[in-house]
């Protein structure tokens, strides 16, 4: 059943995501060569209740920390570790969610660790814009097919794969909602979007093949020819004519300055 909000509604989860926003931006600060993914989660997890919220990934079906840190190959779900350090060169991918007023942020968005290589830069830029490209079509009267389809094809026509495992969700008094969002589809095709729907909408794309693994803990996700995957989510309400975006990248792009990643 999909779960229409109403305007105040909407307000608690816009709340709840610029919680989320911002705590983003926390990472932003701290990432660089040397620090764990440990130290991330620990910081990211004080923010969030120091702003009267609770990470609401933590101990979701049994996840041991309050952010997903996916690094390099890790396509989602990767889990922070204090033997885990970053280094020059990395990508990694930030997946945040906060639980306020009960309603639920989630937003997420993948950053460099000091110099990446051009090839790898040009994977987050190209995922960001599918991202934008998919909240485009995201309007009353459009259909899931249309925000799966301008995903896929912004990024497969460059010659990416496009992560059908893993899809995006309704997001409200639960952080995973029907409907399912995938960052694939026929163009109008599929649930049609009403007023009031809010979704989460997280294109996963991979330099190379679409296809992948998990790993022995049970919950990283990598990709089968280990090349590098960008993850990039906002959550949004659907309006007439244009979304409303509910999280927010501003807060990293001012910590980030001239810098996009
Ligand atoms: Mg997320
Ligand atoms: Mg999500």
Redesign the pocket.
Known sequence: MIFLKTDEEIELLRESNLIVARTLAEMAKMIAPGVSTFDLDKRAEEFIRDNGASPNFLGYGGFPASICTSVNEQVVHGIPSAKDFLKEGDIVSI?CGAYKNGYHG?SAYTFCVGEVDPETVKLLKTTKEALYKGIEQAVEGKRLGDVGYAVQNHCETQGYGVVREMV??GIGKDMHEAPEVPNYGKRGVGVKLKLGMVI?I?PMINLGRKELVFEKDGWTTRTIDRKPSAHF?HTVAIRKGKADILSSFEFIEQVLGDKEF
């Open positions: 997946d989630d995006g969700h989460a997280e989510e």
